[in-house]
């Protein structure tokens, strides 16, 4: 079980760079998947879920509600993360992460740095 993110940038406030998590090694469209970040000096903060119905309906922290969007493509198996109207309270390391029955599955993480 594999997950890796990318796209990870030096933004601008009010930018708006795309995450996305490539998974493998499990079957990605049984299971909800989620974006979860790190800001320096702080603890985990979750950001959205994907759940794997068939609308594939989505919760968002409150803090990133209307500007973050997460998606996913279960063809290709990846798992997205829409960050619009980047703040600098948004630079993080951002971490995509799956609950299966074999445990808690997590990326090594990619960097987002954003300058006012």
């Known amino acids: 079980v594999q997950l890796v993110e990318s796209g990870g940038a030096l933004a601008h406030t009010g930018g708006a760079p795309r995450l996305s998590c490539s998974a493998s090694g499990f079957t990605f469209s049984s299971h909800a998947m989620s974006w979860v970040r790190q800001a320096p000096g702080k603890g985990l903060e979750w950001v959205s879920n994907i759940f794997y119905s068939d609308n594939s309906s989505s919760t968002d922290a409150d803090s990133v509600k209307g500007r973050f969007t997460i998606s996913r493509d279960n063809y290709s198996n990846t798992v997205y993360l829409q960050m619009n109207n980047l703040k600098p309270e948004d630079t993080s390391v951002y971490y995509c992460?799956?609950?299966?029955?074999?445990?808690?599955?997590w990326g090594p993480g990619t960097q987002v740095t954003v300058s006012s």
């Open positions: 992460n799956v609950v299966t029955p074999w445990g808690d599955v």
